[in-house]
């Protein structure tokens, strides 16, 4: 998918840093409040904990970034996920795990809240990690007048099966997943919906018909929150016109920015082995 040079260029670098782990600590809520903190962002890269509000002794954790309660929603797209936009462009696909207990603030930090079309990436108080990296693409895709189109899809892992969100039908059809033989290491979800996004309200429509989706799913499953992960996926294609000679020839190019949300590590871990299997 990306170009050779590129490739060798990044397998010269170290490939530790193909993996970033960021903490992000929100704010007290209102009953949190009225009681100490044992957690302490010491810088932007050390987190420190305490068993009880005033003990001496502590347990130290260093990460790529530590965030703090007053962070901003745009300073942890910037460290977080900006660098990605460039590297789907380069034809490379990214991941980013978004992992916490229910009431973390997964949601607030992957999606955020709605805000205008017209407001840019760089501006939105409130956009999530999601339509940000969105419209950062689009951005990027038209300021280089490249020929593109993108398509999202979102599905729900609960116990062990697969459902789309972005289904047209109303009933709980789940999804098979097969391993793709062309591709080592590549699976294919079968009857997986796409669909076509050109802005980001978009994004944000399809955000909430899934999420409306999923609540449904939750009642008629007698769903627990701790045990539903879901997966959101932007598909980028770009059409690259090359002049080889006298011919003109269109570069295709697909990659992959993929965003899931995460309760349990452990219990996805297990639901993804028997999927498998």
């Known amino acids: 998918m990306a170009s050779p040079a590129l490739i060798r260029k990044m397998r010269k670098g170290n490939n530790s840093q193909n993996i970033k782990v960021y903490v992000r600590c929100r704010p007290m809520n209102g009953t949190e409040s009225k009681t100490l903190s044992v957690v302490e962002c010491r810088n ?3 987190l420190v904990l305490r068993d009880r509000p005033h003990d001496k002794v502590t347990k130290a954790f260093t990460f790529d970034r530590v965030f703090g309660q007053d962070s901003k929603q745009i300073d942890v797209y910037r460290a977080v996920a900006k660098n ?118 978009d994004v944000y429509s399809i955000l909430e018909k899934g999420s ?34 006298e011919e003109l020839l269109k570069v295709n190019l697909a990659c992959k920015v993929i965003f899931v949300l995460v309760k349990e590590l452990w219990l996805l871990v297990q639901e993804l082995k028997i999927l498998w299997t």
């Not at 799913?217 to 932007?234: D, E, G, I, K, P």
């Open 212 to 245: 409306a989706k999923r609540q449904t799913a939750a009642t008629l499953m007698n769903a627990h929150s701790s045990r539903s992960h879901t997966v959101f996926t932007v598909t980028v294609h770009i059409k690259e016109n090359t002049v080889d000679g």
């Open 44 to 46: 932007n890269k050390e």
């Open 84 to 201: 990605s936009v460039n590297e789907v462009l380069n034809g490379f696909n990214c991941t980013i795990f978004a992992y916490g207990q229910t009431g973390t603030g997964k949601t607030f930090t992957m999606e955020g809240e709605r805000t205008p079309d017209n407001t840019s990436w760089e501006e939105d108080p409130l956009a999530g990690i999601i339509p940000r990296c969105v419209t950062h693409l689009f951005d990027e895709l038209r300021v280089q007048n490249l020929e593109f189109s993108m398509r999202v899809s979102f599905l729900e892992l609960y116990n062990e099966e697969l459902f789309d969100l972005l289904s047209a039908h109303d009933d709980l059809s789940k999804l098979r997943l097969y391993e793709d033989a062309s591709r080592k290491g590549s699976c294919i979800i079968q009857g997986l919906e796409e669909v076509l996004v050109r802005s980001k309200s």
